[in-house]
């Protein structure tokens, strides 16, 4: 099956730093990919949507230069929290999609990344 | 506005019995839904697809109805068990023409012993 692995687990930082959050897909080739944030007992919510070599493409609200995402590749796609605050701290959760793996509309996700910014 | 309500009190029965879960949405013209389960700290694990010209999907102890006039899918597990306990999210998708996926809230299942 589709296995997509995010890198770390968890973080912990203190404010004004980045974090750089990377997801992986390990057995296909993701022609794009999605950030989600979600918050103690609500919904994910999509931030950007990734392909691969182009520039992401953000939702309302989400600040890109707050949030910088790159695709490098069809396998791998980074997300850097910049000058990092406690309101930043969440649940990071992304999600890899290849039509041409399952045929379906099915998004592959991530175990997720806890961020925590003292 | 859009919406998508999903029961926010957690859904408490008997191992063994139905559970049945609501997707209610407005404003929305998805071509597909989809239902994911999610535990605690983990990423949401897909479960089933339905398309909009579909009624109803199965697959094992799973059922997913969908209709596209009350815009309001239906999520059945047959002979619960406590395993099923986690957290089930409907998501919307197909409304553009990206892949991307709208959310609702989640409705957390326990399923007692």
């Known amino acids: 099956g589709a296995v997509v692995s995010q890198h770390p687990s968890w973080v912990i930082c203190k404010s004004g730093t980045s974090v750089k959050i990377e997801c992986r897909s390990l057995d296909f080739q993701a022609t794009t990919m999605f950030w989600y944030r979600q918050f103690p007992k609500q919904s994910l919510m999509l931030m950007a949507t990734s392909n691969e070599g182009s520039k992401a493409t953000y939702e309302q609200g989400v600040e890109k230069d707050k949030f910088l995402i790159n695709h490098a590749s069809l396998t791998l796609s980074t997300l850097t929290v910049t000058s990092a605050h406690p309101e930043d701290s969440s649940f990071y959760i992304c999600s890899a999609f290849s039509g041409t793996f399952s045929g379906r509309n099915e998004q592959f996700f991530g175990p997720g990344t806890r961020l925590t910014v003292l | 506005s859009q919406k998508i309500e999903q029961n926010s009190e957690a859904l408490n029965i008997q191992e063994g019995k139905t559970a049945t879960l609501t997707c209610n949405y407005t404003?929305?013209?998805?071509?597909?839904l989809q239902w994911y389960r999610q535990d605690p700290g983990r990423g949401p694990v897909f479960l089933l697809l339905i398309r909009e010209n579909e009624k109803e999907k199965r697959k094992e102890r799973l059922k997913v109805t969908f209709d596209t006039t009350l815009k309001q899918s239906l999520f059945h597990i047959t002979a619960s068990q406590p395993a099923d306990s986690a957290t089930y999210l409907c998501?919307?998708?197909?409304?553009?023409?990206?892949?991307?996926?709208?959310f609702g809230s989640g409705t957390r299942l326990l399923v007692r012993p």
């Open positions: 998501a919307l998708g197909g409304m553009d023409s990206s892949y991307k996926l709208i």
């Open positions: 404003n929305y013209s998805p071509a597909y």
